[in-house]
């Protein structure tokens, strides 16, 4: 099972590029074929297209900061992190359940607010 200081390193790189605005290294973090779903959009976002507009529209279009307040292993490639969202929408606490391939790519976020 993979620790909790592996799990929050690749939960803070997803947060590192994200709040950088920087869309590719978002991108990079990813498989081609992963999925955000996200109901508090109303929206399912396949692939790298899906998830390029997701972080364009959500993260840089509305200048979202995300601060990590805790990480849970919640299995060999999984994780819970819950997370401070601010930016021009206001402030959302949220969760993002992250599964990642053996390779530490992100395969799918299952997303939401609190």
């Known amino acids: 099972m993979a620790s909790e200081t592996t799990m929050r390193a690749r939960v803070n790189a997803l947060i590192s590029?994200?709040?950088?605005?920087?869309?590719e290294a978002a991108l990079a973090l990813f498989t081609p074929r992963a999925v955000i779903d996200d109901?508090?959009?109303?929206?399912r976002f396949d692939h790298h297209a899906g998830i390029r507009d997701y972080v364009e529209r959500f993260f840089v279009?509305?200048?979202?900061?995300t601060r990590l307040l805790s990480v849970e292993v919640l299995g060999e490639n999984r994780a819970r992190a819950r997370v401070d969202f601010t930016g021009d929408f206001g402030h959302e606490i949220g969760r993002l359940d992250i599964t990642f391939n053996p390779e530490g790519l992100i395969v799918r976020?299952?997303?939401?607010?609190e």
């Open 17 to 23: 590029a994200t709040n950088a605005f920087d869309v």
């Open 39 to 43: 109901p508090s959009t109303g929206e």
């Open 61 to 65: 279009g509305y200048h979202t900061v």
């Open 109 to 113: 976020i299952d997303a939401d607010l």
